[in-house]
């Protein structure tokens, strides 16, 4: 059975820093995609970084660039968002998602809730 | 960017059939995947591929993509059909990649 367990999630400042962790299992890890997908309070879905199976390929929407890095670490089945310079509008539970081919999303995690506020 | 719209509420009386629609310039070029989300819950894939089933699944789930618009039709709609769900697509010349629709309101009347 696949399994994604996201922790990491909490309160931080305005500013803050954040890291996001997601353990996951049931499949072969290596061999999969990994995203990361937000969600607002009461608001849709939205995207917030996609990597490879090797690292080799990164992206990141537009309104995250420069201040999230998302890595993973294939010998601990494990995947990883690091956030920076944190606003209030990133307040959002962090789903971490397994990528197939064509980019679907086939398996979503339960979701860590991150609150950026003073 | 690539914008993906869909109608913020759709309502159905159980037994009928459901039509969510999702716009995009020219849609029927990409693949179209379905999320279905319950309250409280993470997204579950209904539909992928515009109109393949992951297992588990229900046969009432069915999808169609063509020219400026994909569908996810819900056949004998059911009480537990009741979510929001959301349509998707990649997109290498947007500025997110992976692009969502907003979401429509699936209530069971």
């Known amino acids: 059975e696949v399994q994604l367990v996201e922790s990491g999630g909490g309160l931080v400042q305005p500013g803050g820093s954040l890291r996001l962790s997601c353990a996951a299992s049931?499949?072969?890890?290596?061999?999969?995609?990994m995203n990361w997908v937000r969600q607002a309070p009461g608001k849709g879905l939205e995207w917030v970084s996609y990597?490879?199976?090797?690292?080799?390929?990164?992206y990141y929407a537009d309104s995250v660039k420069g201040r999230f890095t998302i890595s993973r670490d294939n010998a601990k089945n494990s995947l990883y968002l690091q956030m920076n310079s944190l606003r209030a509008e990133d307040t959002a539970v962090y789903y971490c998602a397994r990528g197939g081919y064509d980019y679907v999303i086939d398996y979503w995690g339960q979701g860590t809730l991150v609150t950026v506020s003073s | 960017s690539y914008v993906l719209t869909q109608p913020p509420s759709v309502s159905v009386a159980p037994g009928k059939t459901a039509r969510i629609t999702c716009g995009g310039n020219n849609i029927g070029s990409k693949s179209v995947h379905w999320y279905q989300q319950k309250p409280g819950q993470a997204p579950v894939l209904v539909i992928y591929?515009?109109?393949d089933r992951p297992s588990g699944i229900p046969e009432r789930f069915s999808g169609s993509n063509s020219g400026n618009t994909a569908t996810l039709t819900i056949s004998r709609v059911e009480a537990g059909d009741e979510a929001d769900y959301y349509c998707?697509?990649?997109?290498?010349?947007?500025?997110?990649?992976?692009?969502f629709g907003g979401g429509t309101k699936l209530t069971v009347l």
């Open positions: 591929y515009d109109s």
């Open positions: 998707q697509v990649w997109d290498s010349s947007s500025d997110a990649y992976v692009v």
């Open positions: 990597i490879s199976s090797s690292s080799s390929t990164i």
């Open positions: 049931g499949f072969t890890f290596s061999s999969y995609s």
